[in-house]
Structure formats: structure tokens, C-alpha cells
């Protein structure tokens, strides 16, 4: 790490480059050989398959951010972590009339579109609350009480939805008690295991230490007392995205709404995917759409319509590259065009593995295609695992895919020009995430007021 105000100098560049270890390790690597037939992608039109009839009324977007900022509390590097998780209902009927009219007055763009978002702020570094012994436990304190009070719905609360997904937790090789590595737990090193319940409750040792439902995220664990924590704040981000969505799909459920889903397509910003400390709620989540989406084809004849955009990383710079010819430009990959990936295409071509282990098992509960659209915008898009069948990465078929071309379609409706490859309604989800505000919102009350004009 630099000093402050320090800039590299170009010495240390030469001598790396010069260096005989960095030339051995770089003459090592293995090297990708992109003229192999391997590497081909299939590719589909959507022209030849079966056309969309859907008319989706409404989009939901879900987005978060996190900044971490400074304070002061008498000990240096105290920090706390804002986190924003933001919500937007767009109306697709306002879209489709204003769609003859573009390039559209920002103005009446923004009538279509309803925002909100929920704020929280968690301890960081040498951030200690009410009587609490660390910063650790005043961040499991504050996770905890956050879930406790958000409520999008009238009924359930986060907590409620993260404590059914907790119910889908595989039981197997449990997390040290919270205490132990604090020296505030009298289990034996055999028998120092948290040990799940709802709500807070206390460790089963002498001390008899509170303990959370919420600690089983262990997103704790990841928090360093004496340095910045972007990385744990980061986690809780994601929980709260995956989260939301769950919360808000039960909610349809629990009001006796699911029909109202047809109409609804609801984007996620990022990956269908959890990572770090918290994976275990991917299959957690995927379990739960199981059952919602079965509930949901009873309703209304159809599959969950939820699609996760990837903005940047590694499967976004490879459908760059395979949409460039040998000079560099762009077009290779053409319009209105989609590949579907399989196991085999992404450990050859994008993430490289030998293992027999399927690529994202341990943290996906979705797959991912390239789609260009109509205008040009490439896409890196995911779909939800909602039935067994669609979790055979050997194989890469439109049916694994569930409302493929009702997906596509949507894209098409929403790429937006005013970034390269960005859906409108997650531009601005991001611009309300990224400065917290409107704290308390309940935005997605508009989407039963707008279905009900709808009906009406």
C-alpha cells in the first residue's frame, strides 16, 4: 500500500517486467487457443424461436450500494457502512406510449417510474453500541434488529422471509459459536458450534451469550477490528438484494396475488448468485423459488419472470471479445441473437477448470446467456433455476431457461442507449442506491395500485 500522497514511480514497472520470475511465471501459463472448434458458441436467433406474447405491465428493479465513511468516536479508523438497497416499479403501458416519441423528454421518462429504497447503517471498525463488548457484536446486534424492522409489506418482515430461507440451510458442519474466538465461550474447542434458532436466544455454554437467527450469515466473520471492511459490507449488500426479492415474492404469495405475477418481470442487478460467508443462501433461495414458482403456475399458468444483469467481470469482457472480428471492431455477434452457456463452453473459455464439479454449484441459483439485442447492446443475463431439470449444466437447452423468450423479449423493451449495455430501469435503481435517501419507502405498494388501474 502507498503512502498517502505517494504515486508509483515507473522503476518498480521495469523491474518487473525485467524480473526472470515474472517471465517464468508469465512462459507458464497455460495460453487459451481460441481457433479450436471447442470454442465455438452456439448461437440462436430469436427469429427461430417461438414468438413472445407477453405484455409484462410492470418491472421491478432491484439494486444496492455501499459506502463506508469515517467517524469520529475518539478511536482512530472508526468507520460505519451505509447500505442502500433500491427498488423501482416501472410501468411498461407509460413506456410503450412514450416509445414512438424518442429520443423521450427526461421528464416524462421519470413519470414512469416509482422509486424507493431501504437504508441501513452497520458498525464497523471501532464502532462499539449500547453496552457491547466489540465492534463484532455490535455489527451482529445491528444485522439482526435491521432485518427485524424492514417490512416492504404489510405482514411479514425481512426477517421473516431470511428466517424461512434459513429453514432450507443444509445441515451439515455448523460455524464456531460467535463468542469462541473472543474467549467468551465456555464450549470445548469439540463443541464450539453455533448452533441455529429463530429470533435471539442464547448460547447454549454457562455464559449464556445472545446469540441472532442472523449470525448464521457469518458475515461477521469477515470483519477486520482494525481496517477498513468494504469487503463485509459488500456481503451484507448482496444478502439484502437477494433477500428483497424473496420478501417481495413471498408477499405476492401470502396475499393470495401470485395471479398478479404474470404481469410483473423483475430484474436483479448483478448475478442470480451468493458469495462469500452467506453462499449458503443460494440454495437456500433456490428452494424457496421452487416452491413459489409451483404456487405461481397454479395461479397463473406460467413460470416467475426474474432476470439477474451481470455489468462487468469476466463473462462481460468474453462477449466483448467474441463480438469483436480479427481487426477490433464490433459485430460479430449478431443482433437479436442469444447463446446459451453449458458447463463445458465456460470452463474452456471463460472460467478455467479441470474439476467434474459443475461451474457455480456451490453459488448460483440461476444460469447465464449472451444476448445481443435489437439495437446492438450486449447483455450478460441470468435465469433462475425453477425446476431440477434446469440445473444440468452438461447441457445447454432453450427449455432450461424458463421464459426464454418472454425474457428476451423484455430486454429488447429495456436496453437503454444512455449507457453501453444497461437496462433503464436498473440505471436507476443504481443513481438511488448509490445516495442513500427516502428512508422507509415503500415504493412497491404502487405495483398493487398500478395492477388494480390496470384491471380496472
Not at 417461438?50 to 469515517?70: L, M, N, R, Y
Not at 442469444?338 to 461451474?359: A, G, H, M, Q, R
Request: some cysteine; overall charge negative.
Amino acid at each position: 500500500m502507498p503512502y498517502e500522497g505517494e504515486f508509483a514511480k515507473y522503476r518498480s514497472i521495469r523491474r518487473l517486467v525485467k524480473n526472470e520470475r515474472v517471465k517464468s511465471l508469465v512462459q507458464r501459463a497455460r495460453i487459451q487457443d481460441h481457433s479450436s472448434e471447442k470454442t465455438k458458441l452456439p448461437k440462436i436467433k430469436t427469429s427461430e424461436m417461438p414468438t413472445s406474447e407477453w405484455h409484462p405491465k410492470c418491472v421491478i428493479a432491484i439494486d444496492g450500494s455501499h459506502q463506508e465513511t469515517f467517524v469520529e468516536t475518539g478511536y482512530p479508523g472508526a468507520e460505519v457502512g451505509y447500505v442502500t438497497t433500491a427498488a423501482v416499479v416501472m410501468d411498461m403501458a407509460k413506456i410503450k406510449e412514450l416509445d414512438p416519441y424518442r429520443p423521450v423528454n427526461p421528464k416524462l421518462f421519470r413519470e414512469t417510474e416509482k422509486v424507493g429504497s431501504i437504508d441501513s447503517a452497520f458498525p464497523g471498525c471501532n464502532i462499539v453500541i449500547d453496552s457491547d463488548k466489540s465492534a463484532k457484536r455490535s455489527l451482529r446486534k445491528m444485522l439482526f434488529e435491521t432485518f427485524k424492522e424492514i417490512k416492504l409489506f404489510e405482514g411479514e418482515s425481512l426477517l421473516g422471509t431470511y428466517e424461512a430461507l434459513l429453514e432450507h440451510k443444509p445441515h451439515g458442519k455448523e460455524p464456531e459459536c460467535p463468542y469462541f474466538d473472543e474467549g467468551d465461550c465456555q464450549q470445548t474447542e469439540l463443541d464450539n458450534k453455533y448452533h441455529r434458532e429463530n429470533g435471539e436466544y442464547t448460547c447454549k455454554c454457562p455464559r449464556a451469550n445472545v446469540l441472532y437467527s442472523t449470525d448464521a450469515l457469518r458475515v461477521h466473520e469477515r470483519m477486520v477490528p482494525d481496517s477498513a471492511n468494504g469487503e463485509m459490507f459488500g456481503e451484507i449488500m448482496q444478502v439484502l438484494e437477494r433477500i428483497v426479492v424473496i420478501h417481495i415474492l413471498r408477499a405476492f404469495k401470502q396475499q393470495n396475488a401470485l395471479r398478479l405475477l404474470k404481469d410483473i418481470g423483475i430484474v436483479i442487478d448483478g448475478q442470480l448468485a451468493v458469495f462469500g460467508s452467506p453462499a449458503w443462501l443460494h440454495s437456500a433461495i433456490r428452494e424457496e423459488l421452487f416452491q413459489i414458482n409451483n404456487a405461481a403456475k397454479d395461479a397463473m399458468g406460467r413460470d416467475l419472470l426474474i432476470i439477474g444483469i451481470e455489468k462487468s467481470g469476466t463473462f462481460v469482457n468474453h462477449f466483448q471479445r467474441i463480438d469483436q472480428d480479427n481487426h477490433g471492431g464490433q459485430g460479430k455477434f449478431p443482433p437479436q441473437t442469444v447463446s446459451l452457456l453449458d458447463d463445458e463452453y465456460i470452463k474452456k473459455n471463460i472460467i478455467f477448470s479441470d474439476s467434474t464439479k459443475p461451474y457455480g454449484l456451490d453459488t448460483h441459483f440461476g444460469r447465464k446467456l449472451f444476448y445481443k439485442t435489437a439495437s446492438g447492446a450486449r447483455l450478460v443475463a441470468s435465469l433462475p433455476f425453477l425446476d431440477e431439470s434446469h440445473r444440468d449444466m452438461t447441457r445447454a437447452n432453450p427449455d432450461q431457461f424458463p421464459r426464454l423468450t418472454d425474457a428476451l423479449g423484455l430486454l429488447d423493451q429495456l436496453v437503454s442507449s444512455r449507457y453501453p449495455n444497461s437496462l433503464s430501469p436498473l440505471i436507476t435503481a443504481h443513481a438511488e442506491a448509490a445516495i442513500p435517501m427516502n428512508i422507509g419507502s415503500r415504493v412497491l405498494e404502487e405495483i398493487a395500485k398500478l395492477i388494480e388501474r390496470e384491471e380496472n
